[in-house]
T-cell receptor, first 113, second 115 residues
Framework: DAGVTQSPTHLIKTRGQQVTLRCSPK?????VSWYQQALGQGPQFIFQ?????ERQRGNFPDRFSGHQFPNYSSELNVNALLLGDSALYLC???WGTGDQPQHFGDGTRLSIL | QQQVKQSPQSLIVQKGGISIINCAYE??????FPWYQQFPGKGPALLIA?????SEKKEGRFTISFNKSAKQFSLHIMDSQPGDSATYFC??????????????FGQGTILTVHP
């Protein structure tokens, strides 16, 4: 039973570029949430996708956008990258929304030069 | 606005000892309280979680104690082992409100268990 898988594991970009991160949820899960974790901090909620729609959004600018596909996998897109976007981006999946347990992947480490 | 305050920031325990990490929250609407364990280079792993209808939940060496009136909950790790050395995060979630599905995390506690 595969867990949450994310790709790529590491990525280096320069300021102003755009990036796309990918997530495959755990088998049986239909909801995907994205979090940003800065070094030494707890994860911060970016948004959640369910039934191919953005259901919840945290305090992140419109440069952060996402998509969920019919097979429940998801993408996180970040435009006009800033140095402050350097972080570990985590994907979590769950069955349904609400208080269902969220299981995390190992993340994508994004470094902005 | 910091909705979850976690303490201590770091904790050193001898092998076989008890590790205790505390979290305090502000919003009484929260109704799901998980703890996550994170090793370097890995994502957070769900350790144990509690809902406010019970005051304690135990799974193996891990116990959550929950005090609804004080808006506090804690993680107890009994017989701590060097393999427990990791960063621990508490989190809160409001299942039914406008922020349903959104986990809000504490700042984390770095636990070191000495052999």
């Amino acid at each position: 039973d595969a867990g949450v898988t994310q790709s790529p594991t590491h990525l280096i970009k320069t300021r102003g570029q755009q990036v796309t991160l990918r997530c495959s949820p755990k088998s049986g899960h239909d909801t995907v949430s994205w979090y940003q974790q800065a070094l030494g901090q707890g994860p911060q909620f970016i948004f959640q996708y369910y039934e191919e729609e953005e259901r919840q959004r945290g305090n992140f600018p419109d440069r952060f956008s996402g998509h969920q596909f019919p097979n429940y996998s998801s993408e996180l897109n970040v435009n006009a990258l800033l140095l402050g976007d350097s972080a570990l981006y985590l994907c979590a999946s769950s069955w349904g929304t609400g208080d269902q347990p969220q299981h995390f992947g190992d993340g994508t480490r994004l470094s902005i030069l | 606005q910091q909705q979850v305050k976690q303490s201590p920031q770091s904790l050193i325990v001898q092998k076989g000892g008890i590790s205790i990490i505390n979290c305090a929250y502000e919003n009484t609407a929260f109704d799901y309280f998980p703890w996550y364990q994170q090793f370097p280079g890995k994502g957070p792993a769900l350790l144990i979680a509690i809902r406010p209808d019970v005051s304690e939940k135990k799974e193996g060496r891990f116990t959550i104690s929950f005090n609804k009136s004080a808006k506090q909950f804690s993680l107890h790790i009994m017989d701590s082992q060097p393999g427990d050395s990791a960063t621990y995060f508490c989190a809160v979630l409001n299942a039914g409100g406008t922020s349903y599905g959104k986990l809000t995390f504490g700042q984390g506690t770095i636990l070191t268990v000495h052999p």
